[in-house]
């Protein structure tokens, strides 16, 4: 690794310099980069010889681009069998927002502060701050990906991560938490839902407020997955939004719930109505095929919200004042039985441990279940503990 100064005359007869690092990197290829500046080429030498004696040094000739990055990102996704809707996030978030932006750009350009200057253009262009951590979440998977091919040095993208890990932390603890009547419906809303839902949505309404399932869960859950006779539902499959049935998408999401007496009376009935198909699903549309979501939401879950006087007014097209459901989405349903299993028995909950709820609820992690639902365990009064407690050693020094 050597530095020397470079002197030349352009065609013009103009005199030119430039300070020059001349090395051979980690597969034996002599380079040769150059800097108008003395003390970048040495801070270049420095950084370039701890990488080739590490082996993972990348000349700005063997790196590629953020476009041409991101197709190979997509590749190694496809190939190991990602998920269709997960795939066509990383080409949108490629094509619509990266692409854009930074597709020319080399990956070994991207430091910390090329990133911070890539959301913000991403602000300005109108995106909205969940859709930049999105995208900046795939920018760095590109980068991980790159890493592993040998085309990039650093991740710029975890490197700012780690800078601000703190300030993240923060951040999290101001989170905002799910409240009831706003994002969780309350106990009388519950009642008054159950008790307005009728015919073919009865069953589904009652199998989403008593056992947690998602929406996908729910429309790809067939007969062999129910005993009616233990009072038992396995979730072993899954739809998505493309109408493709799958297994979850965690081994966690793989469990069994018990299902309350009303339940299972309510799927017998249906049992004998429900129509016929060959996926043998327990909430089919009326050919006996899987349901789309929107119709479960335009159909069965905002009439009933409606029916239950559980809505919210809002302004019409003439001025006219519109009744509409109050909870969007069916994952409202799914947020008050995690508090159900939450609350206090004298509160008419279940009272069961943080780990039970996280399986009843497929969460990959403690941590999910801690971050979404902390807030609604009941807080312990140690006061009595304390006491026994100190009762105990004093009993212990006295004799």
Known sequence: MSIRRRTWTTSKGEERSAWMVDYTDQNGKRRAKSFRLKKDAEAFALTAGVEVREGVHVADRETVTVAEAGKLWISSGTAAGLERTTLDQRRQHLELHLTPFLGAVRLNKLTVPAVRAFQDDLREAGRSAAMVAR?????????????????????????????????????????????????????????????????????????????????????????????????????????????????????????????????????????????????????????????????????????????????????????????????????????WYASWCINRKADGGLELSPKQVQARMGHSSITVTYDTYGHLFPATDETEALAAAEHALLAADAT
Request: proline letters at 5%; aromatic letters at 4%.
């Open 135 to 335: 995208v900046t979440v795939s920018l760095g998977s590109i980068l991980s990906d790159a890493q592993e091919r040998g085309l990039v040095v650093r991740n710029a993208v975890h490197e700012m991560k780690s800078r601000r890990k703190g300030k993240n932390a923060a951040q999290g603890r101001h989170r905002a938490r799910l409240r009831y009547g706003v994002d969780i419906p309350t106990r009388e809303e519950v009642r008054a839902i159950v008790g307005a839902s009728q015919g073919r949505s009865r069953p589904l309404l009652l199998t989403a407020v008593f056992t947690g399932l998602r929406s996908s869960e729910l429309r790809g859950l067939p007969w062999s997955a129910v005993d009616l006779d233990r009072g038992t539902l396995d979730v072993i499959q899954r739809a998505d939004r493309y109408q493709t049935v799958g297994m979850p998408k965690s081994d966690a999401g793989h469990r069994t719930i018990p299902l309350p007496p009303l339940v299972i009376n309510a799927l017998r009935r249906w049992k004998l109505a429900c129509p016929k198909g060959k996926l043998d699903l327990v909430f089919p549309n009326g050919a006996g095929n899987l349901e789309y979501h929107a119709n479960i939401i335009k159909r069965v879950y905002h009439p009933a919200q409606i029916e239950a006087g559980v809505t919210v007014e809002e302004r019409g097209a003439e001025g006219e004042t519109v009744l509409k459901a109050k909870y969007t989405g069916l994952h409202a349903l799914r947020h």
